[in-house]
């Protein structure tokens, strides 16, 4: 697992000059909560696909 500032360094490096520090700060607020939800994951578990793709289909014939 990367730290928080090689993750924000390697960020930083793929943006573009031009990047405002808005664009920065939205990069950032992204991956912090992809990081959130990958560790909900981890400690709370999740739905498989082909179960919600089960409801979806359910919630579309009601």
Known sequence: M???????KELLNRLSE???FED???HLYVIAKI???LA???TEGA???AEVEKQF???QAD
Request: hydrophobic share 30%; charged share 25%.
């Open 40 to 42: 909900r994951v981890e």
């Open 2 to 8: 990367q730290t928080a500032v090689s993750e924000v």
């Open 18 to 20: 031009e990047s405002s």
């Open 57 to 59: 289909e359910r919630w």
């Open 24 to 26: 920065i700060q939205y």
């Open 47 to 49: 739905i498989p696909h």
């Open 35 to 37: 990081q959130q939800g």
